[in-house]
C-alpha cells in the first residue's frame, strides 16, 4: 500500500525569501504520480505542482518547483519568493499508475510572516 | 463551468440524525470520490465511484453509505450521525487522475453535538 508522510506539521518563511516543505512516499510500484496540493483558508483545494515518477526533470510551474529524488522517495517543494498568499496548509499526495485513488499526507501548514 | 459543487457549505448535526450530503459534477468525469479530513490527519477516502452504477469502500467507509445513479451525481449518506463524524468533507472527480489530477469542491463543514 501507498503511504505519503509529511514530517513537518508547521512551517513558516519570511515574505520574498525561499521555503521547502518535505514529503516522502512509500510504494511498491515504478509507475506512479506525485502532487502537491495547496489548502488556503477559504477551504478549496486547489493542485500545485505535480510529478510523473518517470522523468528525472523535476517540474516548475512559476515560483512553486519540486526536487524529486527518486532513490530517497523524496519529494520536496520548493516556494520561491513566498508571498503572503502562499499561506496554507499544503498537502503532499501520490498516485500508482492504473489507481485513480490519490493517496495524501497529513499536510504542513505555511505561515508567511510579512 | 461550474466544476464540482458540494452542499450544504455548514450543518450541526444531533446524534443519531441522518443526513445526505450532497455532491454534483458538470465535467462528465467517470471518477468521483468522497474524503474527510481532520486536523493533523489529511484526506481519508470513504468511498469512491468510477462510474454510474459502482461505488466502492475507501480506508474509512464506516458509517457512511453513497450511491452513484448517474454520471453527475454522487451523494454520501451519514446514518445515526456520532461525534466521531464531526470533520470537512470533500468530495472530488477526476478524468485521468495521473494527469490531471482532482477536482475538488469546496467542502462541509459538519458537527455532530
Known amino acids: 500500500a501507498q503511504t505519503v508522510t509529511q514530517s513537518q506539521p508547521e512551517m513558516s518563511v519570511q515574505e520574498a525569501e525561499t521555503v521547502t516543505l518535505s514529503c516522502t512516499y512509500d510504494?511498491?510500484?515504478?509507475?506512479?504520480?506525485l502532487f502537491w496540493y495547496k489548502q488556503p483558508p477559504s477551504r478549496q483545494m486547489i493542485l500545485v505542482i505535480r510529478?510523473?515518477?518517470?522523468?528525472?526533470q523535476n517540474a516548475t510551474e512559476n515560483r512553486f518547483s519540486v526536487n524529486f529524488q527518486k532513490a530517497a522517495k523524496s519529494f520536496s517543494l520548493k516556494i520561491s519568493d513566498s508571498q503572503l498568499g502562499d499561506a496554507a496548509m499544503y498537502f503532499c499526495?501520490?498516485?500508482?499508475?492504473?489507481?485513480?485513488?490519490?493517496?495524501f499526507g497529513k499536510g504542513t501548514k505555511l505561515t508567511v510572516n510579512p | 463551468n461550474a466544476g464540482v459543487t458540494q452542499t450544504p457549505k455548514f450543518r450541526i448535526l444531533k446524534i443519531g440524525q441522518s443526513m445526505t450530503l450532497q455532491c454534483t459534477q458538470d465535467?462528465?468525469?467517470?471518477?468521483m470520490y468522497w474524503y474527510r479530513q481532520d486536523p493533523g490527519m489529511g484526506l481519508k477516502l470513504i468511498y469512491y465511484s468510477v462510474g454510474a452504477g459502482i461505488t466502492d469502500k475507501g480506508e474509512v467507509p464506516n458509517g457512511y453509505n453513497v450511491s452513484r445513479s448517474t454520471t453527475e451525481d454522487f451523494p454520501l449518506r451519514l446514518e445515526l450521525a456520532a461525534p466521531s463524524q464531526t470533520s470537512v468533507y470533500f468530495c472530488?472527480?477526476?478524468?485521468?487522475?495521473?494527469?490531471?489530477?482532482?477536482?475538488f469542491g469546496s467542502g462541509t463543514r459538519l458537527t455532530v453535538v
Open positions: 510529478q510523473e515518477a518517470y522523468k528525472q
Open positions: 472530488a472527480s477526476s478524468f485521468r487522475t495521473e494527469l490531471y489530477g482532482y477536482t
Open positions: 465535467m462528465n468525469h467517470n471518477y
Open positions: 510504494t511498491s510500484e515504478s509507475d506512479y504520480y
Open positions: 499526495a501520490s498516485i500508482q499508475g492504473g489507481s485513480e485513488k490519490l493517496v
